[in-house]
């Protein structure tokens, strides 16, 4: 495996901890221990975290080290209603290009959280949402609302894990609700409905709490 796809893989692994610890701690990740775990020297661990931090999953405390910290619940809805603000600002610079290849994935996304009451219901509730989120950042060409995008996708992942107190089987069931509402917005062949779509589905969300 190259250096590459072992970072790949190692981010992956990292970010499924941080989305599904949904316990009222700090989730506390530290350099040597991660670089043990996979038979890596430090730097490339680093190079993950300081990738996940801008995603704002994590932070450097002084004297700690790198955390993930719980989300505090009065801020909910502002998280939310900023994930949605966010597929809206992403729907005025859609791309309707290679929508039949993002359909496919959001079937393969389906797909997996339709079997997320399996025994590994954490694994397929993780590929599942991955799977999602590359779907709609597929569609969003500008960089910068990309990370923006990516950054708001996986708070709003962490806050329904958290409102489900990890009842991924719950949560999956929720999920998929968005993924069938971008399968059928994606058949007019527009992303920008897609967002859209999207968009209103997780203001609803929000509604709940």
Request: charged share 20%.
């Amino acid at each position: 495996m190259n250096v590459r796809t072992l970072r790949v893989e190692i981010t992956e692994a990292i970010r499924k901890r941080i989305v599904t610890h949904f316990e009222d701690h700090d989730l506390v990740l530290h350099e040597g221990k991660i670089a043990q775990e996979y038979s890596v020297s430090r730097t490339p661990i680093r190079q993950v975290l300081q990738a996940l931090a801008t995603e704002n999953l994590l932070e450097v405390r002084s004297g700690i080290g790198t955390v993930a910290k719980p989300l505090r619940a009065q801020a909910a809805q502002a998280d939310q209603q900023s994930f949605a603000a966010i597929l809206q600002a992403c729907a005025q610079c859609a791309s309707s290009e290679g929508l039949g290849k993002i359909a496919i994935e959001f079937t393969t996304s389906g797909l997996h959280l339709d079997n997320a009451d399996v025994p590994d219901v954490v694994d397929n509730f993780f590929d599942a949402t991955s799977i999602f989120a590359n779907g709609l950042g597929a569609i969003i060409e500008d960089d910068i609302l990309q990370e923006a995008l990516t950054s708001c996708y996986w708070r709003f992942i962490r806050r329904r894990v958290q409102f489900h107190s990890g009842d991924f089987a719950n949560v999956a069931a929720e999920i998929r609700g968005g993924v069938a509402v971008a399968q059928t917005a994606i058949k007019t062949g527009n992303g920008a409905t897609v967002m859209a779509a999207v968009s209103d589905w997780v203001k609803s969300v929000a509604d709940r709490g």
